[in-house]
T-cell receptor
Framework: AQSVAQPEDQVNVAEGNPLTVKCTYS??????LFWYVQYPNRGLQFLLK??????LVKGSYGFEAEFNKSQTSFHLKKPSALVSDSALYFC????????????FGSGTQLTVLP | EAQVTQNPRYLITVTGKKLTVTCSQN?????MSWYRQDPGLGLRQIYY???????DKGDVPEGYKVSRKEKRNFPLILESPSPNQTSLYFC????????????FGEGSRLTVL
């Protein structure tokens, strides 16, 4: 079985401050991990992914995420938040050794306050 | 421009009236999928297709049908819609393989009265 948890429904951060959006996962084997962002009235857009190799993954718009196998986490981070980063963020996981498709988290609404 | 196009974007219908939501992609992707998005539940997969004439159930397939007669098109059919199918629907596509990212359409908001 595979699952993903985003423990915070809502994250508020002041513009210019660092932001973190949390994600933990559960898979039987090794994971493929993804982050997507959804702006209002739009479809989801790919931000970054972890497949293998370096645990720190850099993606679009200055975002990065760190794969931590021991803590089964893949938290999304950005050093300095922008008001335009305000959106709904989804973490997703797939077990490499499984035929199961991608499983999405419930989403975290990020609000960056000016 | 590479894109996934869904139609209609918004639809209000009544219980039992058959409807089809179309999805088309211009990236020559083998894999296509339908999701529904509901508050607090994230995205849940309805059906997916690994290639033409190959479709499989996702996590919530009940009440839906799909077909994949052409590579670019993957329509979602609700034969007899019910109010619990009121949701925001997304079509997505990607290249073959397990590591590629999904490209999403803009979404179709369906209300069943």
């Amino acid at each position: 079985a595979q699952s993903v948890a985003q423990p915070e429904d809502q994250v508020n951060v002041a513009e210019g401050n660092p932001l973190t959006v949390k994600c933990t996962y559960s898979v039987s084997g090794n994971p493929y991990l993804f982050w997507y962002v959804q702006y209002p009235n739009r479809g989801l857009q790919f931000l970054l992914k972890y497949i293998t190799g370096d645990n720190l993954v850099k993606g679009s718009y200055g975002f990065e995420a760190e794969f931590n196998k021991s803590q089964t986490s893949f938290h999304l981070k950005k050093p300095s938040a922008l008001v335009s980063d305000s959106a709904l963020y989804f973490c997703a996981v797939r077990d490499r050794g499984s035929a199961r498709q991608l499983t999405f988290g419930s989403g975290t609404q990020l609000t960056v306050l000016p | 421009e590479a894109q996934v196009t869904q139609n209609p974007r918004y639809l209000i219908t009544v219980t039992g009236k058959k409807l089809t939501v179309t999805c088309s992609q211009n990236m020559n992707h083998e894999y296509m999928s339908w999701y529904r998005q509901d508050p607090g539940l994230g995205l849940r997969q309805i059906y997916y297709s690994m290639n033409v004439e190959v479709t499989d159930k996702g996590d919530v397939p009940e009440g839906y049908k799909v077909s994949r007669k052409e590579k670019r098109n993957f329509p979602l059919i609700l034969e007899s819609p019910s109010p619990n199918q009121t949701s925001l629907y997304f079509c997505a596509s990607r290249m073959t393989g397990n590591t590629g990212e999904l490209f999403f359409g803009e979404g179709s908001r369906l209300t069943v009265l």
